[in-house]
């Protein structure tokens, strides 16, 4: 729910030429959930990274380290990887939360190798 909004929120302004119920199924309340639903704790799948050493979360708290991970300014595409080990690597720099936190002198590191590169 949340990965499309990142991409897509952009276009959920009022000067959008798109309309706003195109991005309605991205939004809880789509799905019928209340505000007191958001605080659910759900048992978290082995498969995800996101509760870090936390096997369980409320809903909103899911939905933020969602948010976190694949709705800022850096996307990621994986899924077309067949090595399933490449892709959990990937999955879990992205998804755990605090790995993707970088110092200044990190940040400008990475920004040199990436120049390099090209």
Not at 77 to 85: K, P, V
Request: net charge negative.
């Amino acid at each position: 729910m949340s990965v499309g909004f990142a991409v897509l929120f952009c276009f959920a302004c009022p000067s959008s030429p798109f309309p706003i119920h195109v991005f309605a199924c991205l939004l809880p309340g789509f799905y019928g959930l209340e505000e007191a639903d958001l605080d659910k704790v759900f048992r978290l799948p082995t498969t995800t990274f996101i509760g870090g050493s936390e096997s369980a979360l409320p809903l909103r708290e899911i939905i933020r380290r969602l948010e976190m991970a694949y709705c800022q300014h850096i996307g990621v595409e994986f899924m077309f990887i067949n090595d399933l080990q490449q892709c959990q690597w990937i999955r879990e720099k992205f998804e755990k939360p605090g790995e993707m936190q970088f110092t200044l002198d990190e940040k400008r590191t990475l920004l040199a190798r990436m120049v390099r590169s090209t």
